[in-house]
C-alpha cells in the first residue's frame, strides 16, 4: 500500500524539528527529516510535500550512476534464492548471529543500544528475539537497563521515538495527538511526565525510555500489535539542574511548570487523548508521589487508565504475598497463622502506599475488616515510623498513620523491626543496601520464614542482594525483588528467586481491559489480575518453592489475567464488549489467546530483512 506522508513542524522546543509521519508499524514515532531553526514560535502546522522538481540531465546522469554502485535486490517469491542472498541466507541462522551480536557487546548500555537500534530496522527479529529469550533481553530493554537508558537518554538519542508532548503545545494538544501516524489503531499508551523515573529522579524527556520499553514488554507479554502502542512523554519542564545545563538535552529548558498550569494542562491532554483515541487505555507511569495519586484519582473514574506504579505493583506484590505467606504459615508450629502477619513497609512513596492499600485485600478475604486489615500494616519513611502524632505527614502517608504509638519518633530501621517484629518487610525506599545483615538476622530470629521483598528498581537502588539473602538467613528466606536475579546455590542446594515486577499484571490488565473495552479500570479488576497471578503457578513451581511463575510463561499467564480482568468487568458492568459476555471461560481464553500478536513467520520476516536492504 503507498504511503502518503505529512511533514508536522513542532515549534515546542526552541529548535524546532520537521518530521514525517508514515504508516509503518514498525516505526512509532516520526521519522525525523532536516532540522530547522526558527526565531519565534508559530503555532504547529502541517505541511504537504513539495511538488517534485525536474532535475536536469546532469542530475539525472549523476542519479544513475550512483545507482549503478547499489546492488539491486528481487523481491517477491524466490527471491531470496537469487542475487544478493545467493550466500545462502537463513533466518534462523541470521536470529543466532544477531545474538552473538548482542552477546559480544560487554556493556549493558551498548546493549540497550544494540536492540533498539534491531527494533528500527527490522522488527519482526526484534520482538521474535524478545520472545523467545525473555528472561535474557527483558533486563536490557526494562530494568534494570532501562534506568541508564533514561539517564542518558538525550547522549545516546538516535532517532526520535514515541510522542514527546511539551508545555508550550498547550491549547493545542488535540492537533499534535491528531498527528500520530497509527491513530484508528492505537489502544495502550504509557504516558510519564519523567518527574520520577524508577528511583532516579527527575529525568524530564529523559524519561521516554520508560514509555518505550513498557510497551515493549505488552507486545512480548500480552501480544499487543506494536501499531496499537503509543508511547508518550510530557514536557514540563525539569527541575534538574544537570540536565538544564546540559547541551545535548532533548527537552525544554526550563524549571517544572506550577500546579495549577499542570492541572490545566493535564485536563486537556485527557479530554484530547479521549476524542483523537476513543478506544485507547492510558497507563500513568512515574509521576511523582503526590501527582500519581491525585491524577489517578481525578482520572479514574472519568477516562480509561490506571497507575502502573500504585496500581500495578500493588497487583504484583498482593499476587506474591498471597504465595509466600501460604509458605511462611506452613513452616512449622511457630510459624504465623494467615491472619497473623504483620508487614513493614520501609518507604512510603506511591509505590510503598499504593502496595500496602492493595495489600489489605489480602487481610479483608481471610474475612477481616478493612480497619483490622489496616492494623496489619506500618509504614516507615525517611524520617522513620509513620504514626499519627508525628508531625509533617503528607497526605497520601496519613492513611497508615499508626494510632497505637505515641511516643517519640522512632527511627532506625532495627529499632522499628524490634517494635514491630514484622513477619515481612517490603522495601520500596530505593536505598541500595538498606537491609544489612543484621535486618536480615533479626528478621531470620523472629520468623522461621522470613518473607522479605526488596523491590525497588532499578537494582542498584535494590534494598537487598539475592545471595546475601540467601546467606545470611541461612536459606529461610522467601525473597522477590523488583529487578531480575540469577539462581544462586548455597550449602548444595538450588535457591531460585522471585521477581515480583509489575511486567507480570500490566500486560495482561491492559489486555484483557482493551478487548471487553472497559468504560473504567476498577480497583476489581486490579484485584483479579492478582489472584489470577497468585493462582498461575504450575505444580513444578510450587514444589520448587517459587511465589510467581517463570518468566518463560508470561504469555500464558497474561492470558489468564487478561481472562479474570474482562470476567471482573463483566460482573461490575464496566464492559462495553457484549460479546464476549456470553462465552464460556473455555471459550473466552481461546478468544483471548487468538488475539495475541505474534511476529510474522519465518518467511515473512526474512523477506521483510531483505527489504530493508
Known amino acids: ?109 551498548e546493549k540497550y543500544i544494540f536492540l533498539n537500534g534491531l527494533k528500527e530496522r527490522d522488527p519482526n527479529l526484534f520482538y521474535t528475539l524478545l520472545g523467545q529469550h525473555l528472561p535474557e533481553l527483558t533486563p536490557l530493554v526494562y530494568t534494570p537497563v532501562i534506568g541508564q537508558a533514561c539517564l542518558n537518554y538525550s547522549h545516546i538519542y538516535r ?37 520520577r523515573i524508577l528511583g532516579l529522579g527527575d529525568l524530564g524527556v529523559n524519561g521516554l525510555p520508560i514509555s518505550l520499553g513498557k510497551l515493549d514488554l505488552y507486545i512480548a507479554g500480552a501480544g499487543i500489535r506494536p501499531e496499537s502502542t503509543l508511547p508518550i512523554c510530557l514536557d514540563l519542564g525539569t527541575n534538574t539542574e544537570k540536565y538544564l545545563k546540559d547541551p545535548l538535552y532533548l527537552g525544554l529548558r526550563q524549571k517544572r511548570v506550577s500546579h495549577r498550569e499542570m492541572n490545566e494542562f493535564m485536563e486537556e491532554f485527557m479530554a484530547a487523548m479521549k476524542e483523537v483515541f476513543p478506544k485507547l487505555l492510558v497507563q500513568f507511569e512515574d509521576f511523582s508521589t503526590e501527582n500519581a495519586f491525585f491524577y489517578l484519582d481525578a482520572f479514574r473514574e472519568r477516562y480509561q487508565c490506571f497507575n502502573d506504579d500504585i496500581q500495578g505493583t500493588g497487583s504484583v506484590v498482593l499476587a506474591g504475598f498471597r504465595n509466600a505467606a501460604q509458605i511462611a504459615s506452613g513452616a512449622g508450629v511457630n510459624a504465623p497463622p494467615l491472619t497473623g502477619h504483620r508487614v513493614l513497609f520501609y518507604g512510603s512513596g506511591s509505590a510503598g502506599v499504593g502496595v500496602a492499600k492493595q495489600l489489605m485485600s489480602f487481610f479483608t478475604n481471610l474475612g477481616m475488616t478493612e ?34 504509638y505515641s511516643g517519640p519518633p522512632m527511627k532506625g530501621l532495627k529499632n522499628i523491626i524490634e517494635y514491630v517484629k514484622p513477619t515481612a518487610l517490603l522495601g520500596l525506599s530505593t536505598q541500595r543496601g538498606a537491609f544489612t545483615k543484621e535486618i536480615v538476622e533479626l528478621m531470620t530470629a523472629l520468623n522461621p520464614r522470613p518473607i522479605i521483598f526488596p523491590l525497588s528498581n532499578p537494582s542498584s537502588l535494590c534494598e537487598l542482594e539475592y545471595s546475601n539473602a540467601v546467606e545470611w538467613s541461612s536459606g529461610k528466606v522467601v525473597f522477590a525483588s ?30 484483557g ?14 484485584e483479579k489480575a492478582a489472584m489470577s497471578l497468585a493462582g498461575s503457578l504450575t505444580t513444578e513451581e510450587i514444589a ?37 459476555r456470553d462465552l464460556s471461560d473455555g471459550d473466552l481464553l481461546a478468544y483471548i489467546k487468538r488475539k495475541m500478536w505474534e511476529p510474522s513467520s519465518v518467511e515473512s520476516e526474512a523477506k521483510g530483512y531483505q527489504s530493508k536492504l
Open 1 to 109: 500500500m503507498g504511503l502518503r506522508p505529512c511533514t508536522i513542524v513542532s515549534h515546542s522546543h526552541p529548535l524546532s524539528n520537521t518530521f514525517t509521519c508514515t504508516r509503518n508499524f514498525s516505526k512509532r514515532a516520526f521519522k525525523q527529516a532536516a532540522p530547522s531553526v526558527t526565531a519565534s514560535a508559530p503555532p504547529l502546522h502541517f505541511k504537504r510535500p513539495e511538488p517534485s522538481v525536474p532535475q536536469s540531465a546532469e542530475a539525472r546522469s549523476s542519479r544513475s550512476a550512483m545507482n549503478i554502485l547499489k546492488p539491486t535486490i528481487p523481491s517477491g517469491k524466490g527471491a531470496l534464492d537469487t542475487g544478493y542472498f545467493r550466500a545462502n541466507f537463513s533466518s534462523q541462522i541470521h536470529r543466532e548471529r544477531t545474538l552473538l551480536q548482542l552477546r559480544d557487546k560487554s556493556d549493558p548500555l
Open 159 to 195: 532517532r526520535p521515538e514515541g510522542l514527546i508532548i511539551s508545555h508550550k503545545d498547550k491549547g493545542r494538544i488535540r492537533e499534535v495527538l491528531k498527528a500520530w501516524p497509527n491513530r484508528d489503531l492505537a489502544r495502550i499508551a504509557v504516558v510519564t511526565d519523567g518527574s
Open 371 to 404: 480497619q483490622e486489615a489496616k492494623e496489619r500494616i506500618w509504614t516507615v519513611d525517611s524520617r522513620g515510623l509513620i504514626y499519627e502524632g508525628r508531625a509533617g505527614v503528607i497526605e497520601h502517608k496519613k492513611y497508615f498513620a499508626r494510632k497505637d
Open 482 to 511: 523488583g529487578s531480575p536475579y540469577n539462581a544462586i546455590e548455597w550449602q548444595g542446594k538450588k535457591y531460585e528467586p522471585g521477581q515480583g515486577n509489575n511486567m507480570y499484571v500490566f500486560p495482561g490488565i491492559g489486555l
Open 513 to 526: 481491559s482493551i478487548l471487553c473495552e472497559a468504560a473504567k479500570v476498577t480497583n476489581g479488576m486490579i
Open 544 to 580: 520448587d518453592g517459587l511465589i510467581y511463575p517463570r518468566l518463560v510463561r508470561i504469555r500464558e499467564v497474561s492470558a489468564r489475567i487478561a481472562l479474570g480482568v474482562i470476567r471482573q468487568a463483566q460482573n461490575e458492568r464496566v464492559d462495553q464488549n457484549a460479546s464476549l
